[in-house]
């Protein structure tokens, strides 16, 4: 939509995909590595009281591939650092809350241990052949100085439309488009402060699902509920009121079937009052639907903010849940090169009963 008050502090996503490691010991517990290919899988674990176990060590982990038990070869514990690709999307309304949502981020990179290397990035728009058009300006890359970080937090600025899933995209392609050193392996993160709903990416979601997949970070959005902020300008007349995108109305109507389809319109001003509504509730739904489905394939977390002045204590959540992250590792028994989607699962031992663990659900196997 052409004006949505989100804020998209993209996802916290790790680094999960085979690769060659050298080996490399931090201190006893710490980060164990050796010599093979490996699948890295990011785990956290809360105990029945739904209070994180952050002491657990290797021997309380049990991972499984496609229903067989694998061997864990790597293990690191919730004090090793990331690297976390930190998205904000300052579309349309967040223009009156945009100093909230710097001093929030920057109080967000002021609370990660020293180590933790960030990359910045927002929403901007600019005008191209007369029509405005909203892009993602990576504002810096991954660094650990938090002076620089400051600074480009501090530059980024508002956009007129949400090119959301671009964003994605952008985080896959650009921000961790080299392998991780050794040091970051599995213990990449994409952090998002959104709605969700985007307005004008060429990119759709499937696109965005594969790339991270692919990627292998772990994702954790900060939700925030702009839906009647969207909707108290979105009925009335058309030539005042906030548009739907075309994208967004075709969106809409693609979970329809056919026969509901009669009539259809991409045209917003042929769009009744009660079916505008009706396209913003789908909208988010969608939008809601995407986020859970990134967040449980990655290993991550969704958490909701009412509005844009929660977000300093959202951020404090997600630093909190980045603090009780394990990266464990295995080479898996199944060593063919055939492209196939392989499952993970990851139990826990030697914990109390109750307790609950959550991981990444699998990876696409290396193809010849």
């Known amino acids: 939509m052409s004006i949505k008050s989100a804020v998209l502090i993209s996802f916290l996503c790790l680094g999960l995909a085979p690769g060659s490691l050298s080996q490399t010991r931090v201190d006893k517990d710490e980060v164990i590595r050796i010599d093979t290919q490996l699948v890295d899988v990011p785990v956290s674990a ?5 209070k994180p176990l952050r002491n657990l060590k290797k021997e309380n982990f049990v991972v499984f591939e ?3 038990p694998q061997s864990i070869e790597s293990f690191a514990t919730s004090a090793a650092p990331f690297e976390i690709a930190l998205l904000l999307d300052t579309s349309g309304s ?23 290397r960030v990359a910045v990035s927002s929403f901007n728009s600019d005008q191209r052949d007369g029509d405005t058009v909203a892009y993602t300006e990576v ?3 991954l660094t ?4 620089t970080l400051r600074s480009a937090i501090d530059a ?3 956009s007129f439309g949400t090119p959301y899933y671009d964003s994605l995209i952008e985080v896959a392609e650009q ?4 392998p991780p050193s050794e040091q970051f392996r599995g213990r990449r993160a994409l952090v998002a402060l959104t709605d969700g709903v985007d307005s004008t990416s060429n990119a759709e979601f499937d696109e965005v699902r594969e790339k ?3 990627v292998g970070i772990i994702c954790f959005f900060i939700k925030v509920d702009t839906r009647d902020y969207f909707e108290s300008g979105l009925l009335g007349d058309c030539r005042s009121a906030t548009h739907f995108s075309v994208a967004q109305i075709r969106r809409y109507y693609r979970g329809m079937s056919k026969a509901s389809r009669t009539g259809m319109t991409t045209d917003f001003c042929q769009l009744g009052d009660f079916e505008r509504l009706a396209v913003s509730k789908r909208l988010y739904e969608i939008a809601d639907a995407e986020m859970n489905d990134l967040a449980k394939m990655s290993g991550g977390q969704v958490f909701s903010a009412g509005d844009l002045s929660e977000a300093r204590s959202a951020f404090k959540n997600v630093s909190d849940a980045i603090g009780t992250q394990f990266t464990i590792g295995y080479s898996p028994t199944n060593e063919k090169r055939d492209g196939t989607y392989r499952k993970i699962r990851v139990d826990l031992k030697g914990v109390p009963a109750g307790s609950k663990v959550r991981f990444r659900e699998g990876y696409t196997a290396p193809a010849n």
């Open 156 to 158: 980024a600025r508002t």
């Open 212 to 214: 991270l997949a692919k």
């Open 94 to 116: 967040t223009r009156s809350d945009l100093q909230l949502i710097k001093r929030a981020a920057s109080d967000f990179v002021g609370s990660l241990p020293v180590g933790n």
């Open 175 to 178: 921000i961790f488009r080299d």
């Open 66 to 68: 496609d229903g067989k």
């Open 46 to 50: 809360t105990g029945p009281d739904g």
């Open 144 to 147: 650990d100085n938090r002076g």
């Open 139 to 141: 504002l810096t890359s």
